[in-house]
């Protein structure tokens, strides 16, 4: 049905597409004349909706809107396909005079819609052709389909060793889409049965087990006590009642259902959650097929709910088994497959949720370390991670060649921490190699690392709402003319928490008492006896009653002796965490009955963060004792950098960009324009123990370095001047990025000119700055745009800055027009551009864009004239995407026009040189390079600024006396092996 002649080919594609599906409906086509219709439906296979994907998506939402349009044009018309209605559209077409609707391309249509059409197509042709347009050429051995389905591969019996036409024939080749699904080899493994997989989160089971350890986690604030506690069985029974085929219930809903007041608070109840999630599987699907879905049989139910979630059948196999076992109508069959149940997978197998849930239902929490009778987990005969035996190695052991029961580890299925664990292993190896196996290992992990993407954005969106905050309490005090340094903004912040009141004693406090020597910062919980100088435990009082306080906890100040003043202390402090102007934890801290310090040097001692767990568990694997290895928090890191005066070591340093930036910062922020802070960090956070915090505790107590000048003993003689002679020794070590990755060149495409240099491309109108007015290459539609503009007022010239909005007014609203008529739409604009590249290597159907970054450059020396010279060839992400395409190395070592130059080195993004730089011998970072003018752009090798503030050291090829080299795990520099 398609010619191999190319001229014949050619000459095909020449004809119209349009005027050939709308004659093949009901006229004989030739063979060719078919099969060009066959390869432009090929080309416009329509939208087929994804409906999980696409249900609450604004985008398809309009698509599916825009198909449903098109269908009743056809049924309205009273057209067969359509194509029909694309051909009479196509037929009337007048650029000249423009009408709604009288489009033919950007249409949305629906993969159904041009079904239907090949149907209709090949039923007819197939009358005038009957020996060729047979039925197995149009659904081959295996049959149509209309469904997205599981490829079939070539090895599979079906196949029998055919061909795809053969197999699946014209129709699959053209409509065939492989079905979006997990495949059972990607799908994690339990927790806590090793060798089962993890269950669905769409599973009725799964879901059961989440939400009976929410309710199990519950607790509710009494107003009348301020005490908070556990639901009943009573209650616990009421609240699965009210979640029973509910989507979600609110806590004010939760409240009515126990009877409470509004008064009453659940620990759940913080930040932005409004609620708990229900059972939204059975909601879902009762919201499909109606209420009787909740007369069904509970494990009836779960068995349906599992045949919905099975991705190895067929959905033409699930309809019939639905409407065979269960009974269902073929609507209701219809409406199942589209329910939306949860995607994903939990983090345990349904083996070990069906051997917890009965404890979860009598009550118990999943885990609780400190009361392990009360345990769902212990009760199921399972152990904790942190209880199972481990195995010894003499070096960290490769994550992909571990078994599951080698540590208390677990899968780790996040990238972000196995990516963490994979460097930790190079350098914690690199250590033991050369220094022998440690005695012990403290750990503290970067904030931004402990958490994931969504996490850190949310965390991200909180510093910036909170800075505003900051800054907004400055301003106010500096309106009362004082200095807005870091302690008085934070006391500000409390104040304005407080509701600008005493919570110790009720009685407002003015600003002028706030800053007046008549109001303190007071610990909660005192900090001599629990270390703790974080926000959540501090508030504002009057002088008098932080006096009468002192070194006691609300609870032993009042409850004794006063405890109607404590019940009023409580209520203020329940107030304000029912106007959530007062976080849950720190409200806990007014209830506490019991302060030991040594539970509190615990905790400092043990970060429970994920990743600090799984990098504590993973280093444990060298260490027979636990105690080897710690995670500490690091709340206390900054208390013990300031004792040992290591606050300022860097700006002392003359090569430190740190010293730089210490004019920017606010009292007691630490200065991180400098890497090297991070292993002052870790020196700290090495000589962090429990002996040295039981020693600050006791400095605190006695009024510390802020009252009387005693600051913690050093650790060793010489310290401050120790540290400070190693940490100016210490080489940064960088990841270089050779990967090809990323965007390989801009989004725009350009035209060939006759100018060489000269590339044109398009635009619409409407989207035009004010420079590219300028740079539109036909004059006539030039002047009309800057007739346009004059006439609104928009003007060009020196010093003039015209308003993009209303530019965009103007050049839309009403839209422009040559003079013959004929809409201007979009515009050519003229660049002059040196990088622009053709996009693919062959030259049929050639794109030219412009490169995106360079990936790498290569230094080649040659003699010219008798004089060494040295030139760089910058080599775009584009063209090393190209070069591994061929099969070619990304990197080549042949100068592309001088065979006889020696290659030198190539440099990657974050690769370093040793350089002489003006008579001094520097670490550099290759940042990135500048192909037009030549330069190559360094930063130094501690330079921990963002890139755009960062001083860069430019040199070129010729310029540049440098070495490549390599600063490995531990510090140490080699030369490179290029």
């Not at 070592?893 to 440099?907: D, E």
């Amino acid at each position: 049905m398609w010619p191999a002649e190319t001229a014949e080919q050619e000459t095909l594609l020449a004809l119209n597409p349009y005027e050939l599906r709308r004659r093949g409906v009901s006229e004989r086509l030739e063979l060719h004349e078919f099969g060009r219709v066959l390869l432009h439906l090929n080309q416009r296979r329509g939208f087929l909706s994804n409906k999980k994907k696409d249900r609450g998506d604004p985008e398809a939402s309009k698509m599916l809107a825009e198909v449903k349009h098109n269908e009743e044009l056809v049924s309205s018309e009273g057209l067969a396909t359509i194509g029909e209605l694309l051909a009479q559209r196509n037929s009337t077409l007048d650029h000249r005079n423009r009408r709604d609707d009288d489009h033919v391309r950007n249409r949305h249509l629906s993969r159904k819609q041009l079904v239907d059409e090949f149907r209709v197509l090949w039923s007819k042709q197939s009358e005038f052709h009957p020996q060729v347009l047979t039925d197995r050429l149009r659904d081959g051995v295996i049959g149509a389909t209309t469904e997205p389905r599981k490829s079939i591969p070539r090895w599979d019996a079906r196949r029998k060793g055919l061909s795809d036409c053969e197999s699946f024939g014209i129709f699959g080749l053209i409509f065939f889409q492989r079905r979006m699904y997990w495949p059972k080899s990607v799908i994690g493994l339990c927790e806590l049965e090793s060798k089962e997989k993890r269950c669905p989160k769409g599973d009725r089971r799964t879901e059961r087990f989440r939400v009976l350890q929410e309710i199990n986690n519950l607790r509710y604030i009494s107003p009348d006590d301020g005490q908070d506690y556990a639901l009943n069985p009573e209650q616990r029974a009421l609240l699965l009642d009210l979640l029973a085929g509910k989507d979600k219930v609110t806590f004010d809903q939760i409240r009515r259902k126990f009877g409470f007041l509004d008064s009453v608070r659940f620990n759940l109840e913080r930040g932005k959650r409004a609620g708990i999630k229900g059972f939204a599987i059975d909601h879902a699907i009762a919201k499909a097929i109606g209420k009787s879905w909740h007369a069904r049989d509970e494990g009836e139910k779960t068995r349906i709910v599992q045949l919905l979630l099975d991705q190895e059948c067929e959905e033409t196999t699930v309809a019939d088994q639905l409407a065979a076992d269960y009974g269902f109508s073929s609507e209701d069959i219809l409406a199942l497959l589209e329910v939306d149940l949860p995607p994903g997978y939990g983090s345990l197998s349904l083996k070990a949720i069906e051997k917890l849930l009965p404890h979860l239902e009598r009550g118990l929490v999943y885990q609780s370390q400190s009361d392990p009778e009360l345990s769902a987990l212990h009760a199921a005969g399972y152990l904790r991670r942190d209880e199972l035996q481990r195995r010894l190695f003499d070096r960290l052991p490769d994550l992909s060649r571990m078994r599951l029961g080698d540590s208390r580890l677990g899968e780790i299925p996040n990238p972000v921490v196995r990516r963490a664990l994979v460097e930790l292993r190079k350098v914690v190896n690199a250590i033991v190699a050369k220094y022998g196996r440690p005695a012990a290992v403290h750990v503290e992990m970067a904030r931004d690392v402990q958490v994931g993407s969504e996490r850190r954005r949310e965390i991200a969106a909180r510093m910036r709402a909170r800075e505003a905050d900051r800054e907004r309490a400055a301003d106010a005090i500096r309106k009362l003319g004082l200095a807005a340094r870091r302690d008085g903004v934070n006391k500000y912040l409390i104040w304005q928490e407080q509701g600008h009141e005493c919570v110790y004693c009720g009685k407002p406090i003015s600003q002028s008492q706030l800053f007046g020597g008549e109001v303190e910062v007071d610990h909660i919980l005192p900090y001599s006896r629990c270390l703790d100088d974080s926000q959540m435990n501090k508030v504002v009082g009057h002088v008098e009653c932080n006096r009468d306080k002192g070194n006691r906890t609300p609870y032993e100040w009042l409850a004794a002796g006063s405890p109607e003043r404590y019940a009023a202390v409580c209520q203020r402090a329940v107030a304000l965490l029912q106007k959530g102007a007062m976080p849950y934890p720190k409200y806990k801290r007014f209830l506490q009955k019991e302060l030991d310090l040594d539970k509190f040097i615990a905790r400092q001692l043990t970060d429970t963060g994920y990743i600090t767990r799984a990098t504590v568990e993973y280093l444990r694997l060298l260490f027979e004792k636990e105690h080897a290895v710690l995670g500490l928090k690091g709340q206390l890191t900054a208390e013990l950098r300031w004792q040992w005066g290591l606050n300022t070591i860097l700006q002392e340093l003359p090569d430190s960009p740190a010293w730089s930036e210490q004019a920017e910062l606010t009292a007691g922020e630490k200065n991180r324009a400098d890497h090297r802070h991070h292993a002052i960090d870790a020196l700290v956070v090495a000589l962090t123990n429990r002996s040295r915090l039981y020693k600050l505790s006791e400095l605190v107590r006695r009024g510390g370095a802020r009252t009387h000048g005693e600051v913690l003993i050093d650790p060793w003689p010489d310290f401050r001047e120790s540290v400070a002679r190693r940490v100016r020794e210490i080489k940064v070590s960088h990841r270089p990025e050779r990967k090809v990755r990323g965007a390989l060149h801009e989004e725009t495409l350009y035209g060939v000119t006759p100018v060489p240099g000269e590339w044109v491309s398009r635009k619409r109108v409407e989207d035009l700055s004010s420079a590219e007015v300028e740079r539109i290459r036909d004059p006539g539609i030039k002047r009309i745009v800057l007739q346009r503009l004059s006439e609104r007022g928009i003007h060009f010239g020196r010093g003039a800055k015209p308003d993009s909005k209303k530019m965009r007014e103007a050049l839309s609203n009403p839209p422009l027009a040559m003079p013959s008529g004929v809409p201007i739409k979009k515009v050519r604009l003229v660049k002059q551009e040196l990088t622009i590249q053709p996009l693919r290597d062959s030259h049929q159907d050639q794109a030219y864009v412009k490169p995106g970054s360079t990936h790498h450059l290569c230094i080649f020396e040659y003699e010219e004239r008798g004089k060494r010279k040295r030139e760089a060839t910058f080599v775009t992400m584009l063209e090393a995407a190209k070069r591994l395409k061929r099969g070619e190395p990304a990197i080549c070592r042949m100068h592309p026009t001088k065979p006889h130059a020696v290659f030198i080195m190539s440099l990657s993004s974050r690769e370093m040189v040793l350089a002489t730089w003006q008579g001094e011998q520097k670490l550099l970072v290759f940042k990135t390079a500048a192909s037009t003018q030549g330069q190559i752009y360094f930063a130094e090798h501690t330079d921990a600024r963002r890139s755009s503030e960062q001083r860069k050291l430019v040199a070129s090829a010729n310029s540049l006396d440098a070495r490549k080299v390599v600063v490995d795990n531990l510090g140490k520099i080699r030369w490179a092996n290029d």
